[in-house]
């Protein structure tokens, strides 16, 4: 999907550079400073008006002749660096795979519906004899007291259903950056998935743990839409504004594909190292395009930049998941940094027609993955409070295990670990 619109790097915000840029472009520009529930970017942006992301440096403008802004930023006088066009995100789960798949191949409509009523209705797993959910008891979670009590994670996602019992007892801050969607109610269900890994505690059915970091500070950027769609403008807009919270984890189980050889947008390269700059890590899914044991697929953006954490999939058995991306051109980013459980992740989900099973449900995909990342760098920031948001990148690429006769290609430094 394409929106018109153009995503623009600057250099420098001084006035006077802002300044050049309007006149140059013919559009008056808003920072995000003076954005508000009342004052929503999506409602300024059209032909004659732009918003700049004060934290990050990014303008997202509409209409431009794309030939301006190639001449502006070929003239070094021109606080203009970069630009692109605005991309589309969507979940990165296996369910989106087969979306996707229904739009691309009418062919093969019959044989995916099979299929997704196959996962649609796949049962939760019975009660173990375990108090966890595999997952967590992979990395570790048993080994730890800290809960990532006072630890801001905010998930950029479809949303968060605030009535799941799971959290309806809970403060939490949100903000919906989709048009005419709120941040408190989750539709998709994607959204409150992926909070539940990160931030859930213990399943109320069957008292079983599935969630990392249950005291930490759970805060939701709705940068999906309800059917599972965003765009460059609204994920930006979210990590601007989570920089302007001091937000210290963002979690980002979205993903756009890119080609073998398709070099890393500097867009995001950029606003990964802003994010860290401001003592904010970013962690992103891998991306599910893969079909082992064929060649995989490169890592997604925004995860293929360097300064942004890239998370790839294991399932049950210690296996690179079927569908998980992989680091196929590392010299020019795109390399996986660390793996986690991504296979029948059991976690919190809005009670709907899709959901046979209360209030939970299993889901595979880089999605799952990512939180798992995001819950346990809340304990890490818990228990070194000192320590800066590239420290603790550094600390779970160290204590991650490396996983034998899987290579770093496909897992980074390994599995993570508490």
């Known amino acids: 999907m394409e929106t018109g619109r153009y ?8 006035k006077t550079a802002i300044k050049k840029v309007e006149k140059e472009l013919e559009v008056s520009i808003t920072s995000s400073e003076f954005l508000s529930s009342e004052n929503r970017s999506y409602e300024i942006i059209n032909k004659n008006n732009g918003v700049l992301y004060k934290n990050i440096g990014v303008l997202v403008v509409e209409n431009m002749d794309e030939e301006q802004l190639k001449n502006a930023v070929d003239n070094e006088s021109n606080p203009i660096i970069y630009y692109e066009k605005e991309r589309e995100f969507f979940p990165a789960d296996e369910l989106q795979l087969i979306s996707e798949l229904k739009k ?26 375990v108090e966890m959910e595999w997952g967590l008891t992979a990395i570790g979670l048993e080994n730890t007291l800290y809960t990532g009590k006072g630890v801001d994670i905010c998930i950029l996602d ?6 799941h019992p799971d959290f309806s007892s809970r403060e939490i801050e949100g903000k919906s950056f989709i048009d005419g969607e709120d941040w408190n109610r989750d539709p998709n269900g994607h959204g409150t998935h992926c909070a539940g890994v990160a931030t859930g505690n213990t399943r109320n059915d069957a008292k079983i743990r599935y969630g990392i970091a249950g005291s930490s500070n759970l805060k939701i950027a ?22 302007t919270k001091k937000f210290r984890i963002l979690s980002l ?33 891998a991306g599910n395009d893969s079909s082992r044991p064929q060649i995989p697929q490169p890592v997604s953006m925004p995860a293929n930049s360097k300064s942004i954490m890239a998370v790839a999939a294991i399932d049950m058995q210690m296996k690179v998941a079927k569908f998980s991306n992989a680091g196929l051109n590392p010299s020019t980013g795109g390399n996986i940094n660390v793996c986690a459980p991504g296979v029948d992740i059991v ?28 819950g346990l760098a809340a304990l890490y920031m818990e228990q070194f409070p000192g320590k800066s948001a590239k420290e603790i990148w550094e600390l779970i690429e160290n204590k991650a295990r490396p996983i034998e006769g899987i290579k770093y290609r496909d897992i980074g430094n390994g599995l993570i670990q508490i």
């Open 347 to 374: 976690s919190a989900y809005p009670k709907n027609a899709k959901n046979k099973n209360y209030f939970y449900y299993a889901m595979s995909g880089t999605s799952m993955a990512t939180p798992h990342v995001s």
């Open 104 to 129: 691309q191949s009418a062919g093969l409509v019959e044989k995916i519906s099979e299929l997704e009523k196959y996962m649609a209705g796949k049962p939760l797993p019975q009660k173990t004899q």
């Open 253 to 285: 189980s979205l993903a756009s594909p890119v080609k073998l050889n398709d070099q890393p947008s500097i867009l995001f390269e950029t606003i990964g190292e802003r994010a860290l700059e401001n003592n904010c890590l970013i962690i992103a899914a």
């Open 222 to 243: 709705k940068v999906l839409s309800d059917s599972g769609r965003g765009t460059t403008g609204s994920v930006i807009d979210a990590i601007d504004w989570a920089i």
């Open 7 to 14: 995503i623009v790097l600057l250099e420098d915000q001084q």
């Open 158 to 163: 479809t949303g968060l259903e605030t009535s």
